[in-house]
């Protein structure tokens, strides 16, 4: 063939390198230039150009088989999936090692020192292992475990083709007939794949997810420490007749509760020490049987991640800074795991171990939240509808919420709270949301409800060894608990009930908490919303969130029906696994 001229030349390089023509004036210039690197000077250009990363991102994208959504019924969003478009033009743009590339591939958001951007504020590794995601999701499966099966086969078989050139998932079945592939090492591969979920991952950088997060800190204890001196002194002089008011009624979490009950049992005719047995009877009724229980303040059993989320869950007593209006508080929390400790701009996700779904069971968790979500999960199927129901937290009360599992019985399950943006489907566009739990349990169906009220603020049991001699002998012991939990509060040191209590006197205006009220302590409000304002939005990206490790099960003939012998995790035998 003959050599092409410029003109030719020149178009072939800028379709090649960026997929577009030349322009007009590049291509007279390239033409009319006598310089000897000419076209050296061309290839430098293009490979300058952002229109490079696009073009050749679009070439990998096909490799890992990139989608925005999941197909099938519905065919939902695959959440923030144009971030790692995105990651991946910079990517070639910026020429990244191809190791390095690899490597945020695999196991981006787990790297120990991951590349960030050029601003320092933005993990580029974690954007990486998005990937992991581009996998179709049928509609509402009947059979959830071999829906798992499916897209766990799409992720090993981009994997395979993608990063070893090799078409692993053929071994799914039987020992690959060509190469050193067996079906156990495919197995081994999906176990350790089965041991993620579908998730939601903050790119932003540790240090910015952290930003402004110690100074609102030290503002709280700041504020801590005054609300219970004032707080305290207020409660030595005007609580009392407060408490002892004569109401006609009241609602079940008024601290005078009690109070109103003995009222009524003397209406009827009991003494009062009859009336104090009666009560105590009450609190002492059984709890109803639970087949499991979750405290997700346990050292074991649950899966946090974000920056509103605490290793171990909160202490009794945290409490969140009202973000707007004339109160200086919102909330005063049991134990607990919560997000809004800080602030609802900050993320959570909460997943317990996996369980087996028993004969005729329901869960309830007792929960909080506004604009968050909570699901059953089962098998690790991250979409919602139907037999798959997901609850939109929305109250900002506490509340017992069921859970019917009849449907799933003999499936694996966990349970998941989200923050809004941080559900791994569906997700929200809403940058504030919260949530909390206080327990999750599964018990029989026949079970009755559990009780949120019996006695929250432990009166009950306060008054058990002392009982007090009359109904003004019991205001004041009343008072006197609350005093006794304000300076527990005030030393970090709080019950379950003092915050139970401490929030029932601010939600019932028994104890300061507007600006009119405290108006000193209202400007360490004001200076905390200005700082809360500052705090980052996370930058979310879908991936996969590591939980409950196990090896896997060989499949005879690849079919989940047919379990066989345990494979253990590793990586394909022929490369050293």
Known sequence: ASQADRRTLLRRLSYALTGLPPTTDELRAFEQSDEADAYERAVDRLLASPRFGEHWARHWMDVVRYADSHGSEGDPAIPYAYRYRDYLIRAFNQDVPYDQLIREHIAGDLLKQPRLDPSGDISESTLGAAHWRFVFHGYLPTEPLQEKVRFIDDQINVLGKAFLGQTVSCARCHDHKFDAISQADYFALFGVLSSCRPGIHDANAPARQQEHAASLRGLKQTLRRQLAARWDSYAARELLP???QRRPQVEV???????????SLLKEGHSFPAALKILHSKAAAPRAPA???????????????GNGMTDGGSRPGDFVVNLAGDQLLAAIYPRGAYTNLISTRHRGVLHSKRFDIGADQVAWGLVIGERAHLRCVVQDYPRSGLTFSRTNLNEGQWRWQRIDLTYWRGDRAHFELTTNRDAPVEAGDQDRSYFGLRE????????????????PFGFAAAIQDAPPADRAAFASRLTERVREAIQRWSRAAATDEDALLLHACLRHKLLPNTAAELADLFEVVERYRRLETKIPTPTQIPGLIEADASDHPLFARGDPNQPKET?????????GG
């Open 291 to 305: 087949t499991t229980r979750w405290d997700p303040t346990s050292s074991s059993g649950w899966y946090a991640y």
């Open 253 to 263: 979490d008024q601290p005078a509760k009690l109070l109103h009950e003995v009222d």
């Open 242 to 244: 407060k408490l002892a």
């Open 567 to 575: 494979v253990p995790r590793r990586f394909l035998e022929v490369l």
């Open 440 to 455: 999750l349990r599964v018990q029989p169906k026949s079970a009755p409800k559990p009780q949120l009220w019996r006695d």
